[in-house]
């Protein structure tokens, strides 16, 4: 099994900061905040063995780059690109801000 050296870019440290001060502080739960902020820190670890699983989502390309892919946990995505031995984490954001366009046709 192909392993990746997983890097996660700085504005996901932000969102992973902002996730848990509002778990703590504004839901009054410290102990969810710090087993949730485990739980996706584990998730993304995973994503060093599975990155391949998920595919290649071509309107959250458009949104937030190029190959992106998602891997969810709970309420929240983790989206990411692949390239040659690295998994890229872009972003964390809540499963409600991917909004996919109505197609007309």
């Known amino acids: ?3 990746f050296q997983v890097e996660i870019s700085p504005q996901v440290q932000r ?3 902002k996730l ?4 703590e ?3 009054s739960s410290p102990l969810t905040a710090k087993r949730y ?3 996706l820190i584990a998730r993304m670890r995973e994503l060093e063995t ?5 595919t290649i989502d071509p309107e959250l390309s458009e949104q937030y780059g190029e190959d992106i892919r ?3 946990y709970k309420e929240m995505n983790i989206l990411y690109s692949v390239d040659d031995n690295l998994v890229y984490i872009h972003r964390i954001v809540p499963q409600k801000m991917v909004i996919y366009p109505i197609d007309d046709k």
């Open 1 to 3: 099994m192909k392993r």
């Open 15 to 17: 969102d992973v900061s």
């Open 20 to 23: 848990n001060d509002f778990i």
């Open 25 to 27: 502080l504004q839901c």
């Open 37 to 39: 902020h485990a739980g």
């Open 50 to 54: 599975k990155a391949l699983l998920n």
């Open 70 to 72: 998602r891997e969810r």
